[in-house]
Antibody
Framework: QLQLQESGPGLVKPSETLSVTCTVS??????????WGWIRQPPGKGLEWIGS???????YDNPSLKSRVTISVDMSKNQFSLKLNSVTAADTAVYYC?????????????????WGQGTLVTVSS | QSVLTQPPSASGTPGQRVTISCSGS????????VNWYVQLPGTAPKLLIY???QRPSGVPDRFSGSKSGTSASLAISGLQSEDEADYYC???????????FGGGTELTVL
């Protein structure tokens, strides 16, 4: 059974870079069948897609985040990671990773399943 | 402010049928398939419906999805107390070039 687990710093200072990693178990991140994505949820608010990556390294992300996003994949560790730079208090959220697929359908038809349990990252000095 | 509009709340009594709407536009619901996620209190979202009306393995057939034009709906029949949760619609937006989520609907079982 595929499982995803996020890990992060918990607390990041304003203007610094937020880094979160998702470890995949029960399956290979190098599977050509799926993409892998990041979604966040500010406390008490709704969900926002951040970006997604294919095992080849090709990425696409939410333009509303104004190019602050870097998503990468480490196949040797079966992990993918998110870096968000120049953070502010507005970036405080629970960050979720999820399998985004399947690759066999157009991007416009994909869904997130399963999701990790999420990790809360607070931006504060 | 999400490009997908959901009612912030919905409610029903046990055994009742409730529907949750999701309104969008031609650049999202009107041209792409809709997914629904359920988020129980304090937990991560979970896929409930994909491709407008498909249920993943393990999701009871009490849950059904539909789409018409630029709107979609999630119906829950035989409402149970454990259905109390937040429900989110999601669809690819051709303008954003990525998936967007509705603002979520908090379902209360009275």
């Amino acid at each position: 059974q595929l499982q995803l687990q996020e890990s992060g710093p918990g607390l990041v200072k304003p203007s610094e870079t937020l880094s979160v990693t998702c470890t995949v178990s029960g399956g290979s991140i190098s599977s050509s069948r799926f993409h892998w994505g990041w979604i966040r949820q500010p406390p008490g608010k709704g969900l926002e897609w951040i970006g997604s990556i294919y095992y080849s390294g090709s990425t696409y992300d939410n333009p509303s985040l104004k190019s602050r996003v870097t998503i990468s994949v480490d196949m040797s560790k079966n992990q993918f990671s998110l870096k968000l730079n120049s953070v502010t208090a507005a970036d405080t959220a629970v960050y979720y990773c999820g399998r985004h697929g399947p690759q066999t359908v157009p991007a416009s038809m994909r869904w997130f399943d399963p999701w990790g349990q999420g990790t809360l990252v607070t931006v504060s000095s | 402010q999400s490009v997908l509009t959901q009612p912030p709340s919905a409610s029903g009594t046990p055994g009742q049928r409730v529907t949750i709407s999701c309104s969008g536009s031609s650049s999202n619901i009107g041209s792409n398939t809709v997914n629904w996620y359920v988020q129980l209190p304090g937990t991560a979202p979970k896929l409930l419906i994909y491709s407008n009306d498909q249920r993943p393995s393990g999701v009871p057939d009490r849950f059904s999805g539909s789409k018409s034009g630029t709107s979609a709906s999630l119906a829950i029949s035989g409402l149970q107390s454990e259905d109390e949760a937040d429900y989110y619609c999601s669809v690819w937006d051709d303008t954003l070039n990525g998936p967007v989520f509705g603002g979520g609907t908090e379902l209360t079982v009275l």
